[in-house]
């Protein structure tokens, strides 16, 4: 539904021109943060062994044995289920299998596309699911923004903070922000005043070279210094 503002933001630019649902910032990260599923999805096979977080364990004098898996990938690694399309009361409690099957049934709702033969979903299985993933993930890319272009605000702001927070869960179960460090938002220029601003996380000791996975700029370590300035003690902090 194209409108003089992004209905994520709310960021309008400077000439008053209609945007297609949402801007090019919001537009790059959502693309970014669905993008990643399949990855994190797979990295957080490798992170469910027990001690790998404090989850498994056990309550001060407790005698229930910890669980032999920690709960938060293995929910996150779970089997799509039915229910309601995205929603606003749907805060994180969402398996990727799960974001990525309603966000697909929103797409279908909102764009008038054929009904699907659900079956094929019952099955269980990590392989199963990592397959339903990509499937899903290839087919949430494709319709995106024809989906922005004819969603509701409410609509769209559902998907985005669905998969958002997803992707969140999943990148800080993985871990990543632990062993990475964060050098501020990207400051690419994306146009009619409005700057990049997704957060670049590098691996300190092996990176080279950074690219924003919004906008794809790509930042040479001889910026490295100068990115974390620019972020001031934000940089430092941020999550």
Known sequence: MNA????????????GV?????????RGRCIAD??????LYRTLGAVM????????????????????FRMDPANLRGPATAGALPGPDQHGALSIATALWTTRQAIREVCDLPAENTGWRRGHGPGRT???IAADTKFVLAWLDRFAERARPDELQAVVEVIGETRRRAWNTCGYSA????LGPCPADLGQGQT???ELWIDPVLADSVTCRACHTRWDRRYFLWLRRMAGPEGEAAS
């Open 4 to 15: 003089r503002h992004c209905h994520i933001c709310s960021w309008a630019s400077r000439d």
């Open 34 to 39: 669905v993008a990643d599923l399949p990855e």
């Open 18 to 26: 209609e945007l297609p649902g949402w801007c090019p910032r919001c």
């Open 49 to 68: 062994e027990p001690g790998a977080a404090g989850d498994d364990v056990k309550v001060g004098g407790s005698r229930t044995p910890p669980l032999p």
């Open 179 to 182: 062993h990475k460090v964060c």
């Open 130 to 132: 990592e397959d339903r």
């Open 196 to 198: 990049c601003g997704e």
